[in-house]
């Protein structure tokens, strides 16, 4: 398994933005497919991005499409999620996971073997 320790949330007002880092160690962070997951209060755990193990090929939730985007630094072994125009129904704890299906970009958080801790952001109106 590798470890995943997110960063980079806060409070924002609804038309900001924000950027999430995940910092990887312990394997080959070449190794793995990386995703952004959330959950919000009373609700059950979403997908929210997902990027390959060479950064080639993202995909996302309807919900954040345009105006979310996933990237990753294999030099520096660390996946970024820019949000922008931010919205409160985006306000959630925010989870970086890894899959050893490197190739994959599932939004199915059963394929996840690894995750952080969260870090929460907060949107207000």
């Known amino acids: 398994q590798v470890q995943l320790v997110e960063s980079g949330g806060g409070l924002v007002q609804a038309g900001g933005s924000l950027r999430l880092s995940c910092a990887a160690s312990?394997?080959?962070?070449?190794?793995?497919?990386m995703g952004w997951f959330r959950q919000a209060p009373g609700k059950a755990r979403e997908f929210v991005a997902t990027i390959n193990w060479s950064g080639g090929t993202t995909y996302y939730a309807d919900s954040v499409k345009g105006r979310f985007t996933i990237s990753r630094d294999n030099a520096k072994n660390t996946v970024a999620l820019l949000m922008n125009s931010l919205k409160p129904e985006d306000t959630a704890t925010y989870y970086c996971?890894?899959?050893?299906?490197?190739?994959?970009?599932?939004?199915?958080?059963?394929?996840?073997?690894?995750w952080g801790q969260g870090t929460q952001v907060t949107v207000s109106s």
């Open positions: 996971a890894a899959t050893g299906k490197r190739w994959a970009v599932t939004s199915e958080a059963a394929d996840y073997d690894s």
């Open positions: 312990g394997r080959t962070f070449r190794g793995y497919a």
